[in-house]
């Protein structure tokens, strides 16, 4: 355990002195700091010895509980080596003096005019009132906070969303003039439609683009072509639409008479398979 606190001191337990911590009332803790004549802040573990206390300071009687002395509730240390305190010690106990009582208010007459400053004025409490349930938040009004957020996120996904939408009409405009650049009004909107479908109406332009490019590349580049998606009549309509039809019988092939480039035409029932070794094969031709 430390030693006694106070200068030139060298008192502890160990020489058989008993020590007594700094009180915590600040008034007497004050005290006893300048009774030592120290310039600091005591701790817990501060502590001061006997020596340093009038046996007036003592309690006659009371034991503490280690069979030492205990000091009385208001005890002072004024003993000390180095000149005297800068008050003298107060032994006896605190004295509490009586209050002045307060002045009684004159009895009201009809010549003091001093009761109206100390009567409340009437409402000013409720105005306090309502001020301050003004300051606290509305649940409706957060309610409203909330929901006017929420449509503001809505209205701004909807503006990206309408610009995204823009962009894309932008792009499928472009598209569209670049198709209109080799393809006809009624083929755009074939293309729309499902594959060999019988709702496309085509022009008579269509028609004549279609019977060039059936002489040019034959029956199965023309087949060839409908199947990847281009916009084209099926063969059976590219017959039936044609103005001035020819029958002819010849044997040859479909691919040998668009090379002639006469404008020959198999039918849609293509070729004819005879059933005897002297039948030859026979192709019905179209000239338009």
């Not at 404008?263 to 019905?284: F, K, Q, R, S």
Request: glycine share 6%; with cysteine.
């Amino acid at each position: 355990m430390g030693g006694c606190s106070a200068p030139n001191c060298s008192n502890s337990t160990n020489t058989g002195k008993q020590l007594f911590r700094f009180p915590k009332d600040p008034v007497r803790k004050k005290k006893w700091v300048m009774n030592s004549r120290r310039d600091f802040e005591p701790t817990p573990h501060s502590r001061l010895c006997q020596d340093h206390f009038e046996q007036s300071q003592f309690e006659e009687i009371a034991r503490s509980s280690a069979g030492g002395k205990k000091l009385k509730p208001n005890a002072i240390p004024t003993l000390f080596s180095i000149g005297d305190p800068p008050y003298p010690a107060v032994t006896a106990p605190y004295i509490l003096l009586p209050m002045k009582p307060e002045p009684v208010e004159k009895e009201l007459n009809f010549g003091d005019h001093g009761y109206a400053r100390r009567n409340p004025l009437t409402g000013l409490g409720e105005d306090t009132d309502r001020t301050d349930e003004d300051h606290q938040p509305c649940s409706h009004c957060q309610l409203l906070k909330k929901q006017l957020e929420e449509e503001m996120q809505h209205t701004a996904r909807l503006q990206k969303e309408a610009e995204e939408m823009k962009k894309r009409l932008y792009r499928l405009d472009r598209i569209e003039k670049g198709l209109q650049n080799f393809l006809y009004e009624d083929q755009i909107r074939a293309l729309s439609l499902t594959k060999r479908s019988r709702r496309a109406v085509w022009s008579p332009e269509t028609i004549l683009k279609a019977q060039k490019i059936r002489s040019a590349v034959g029956t199965k580049g023309y087949e060839f072509l409908r199947e990847l998606g281009y916009p084209l009549p099926s063969y059976r309509t590219l017959c039936n639409r044609l103005e001035t039809k020819i029958m002819v019988t010849t044997d040859m092939s479909c691919e040998m008479l668009a090379e002639l480039g006469l404008g020959l035409m198999a039918p849609c029932d293509t070729t004819t398979e005879g059933v005897g070794d002297n039948d030859e094969e026979e192709l019905m031709g179209v000239l338009s």
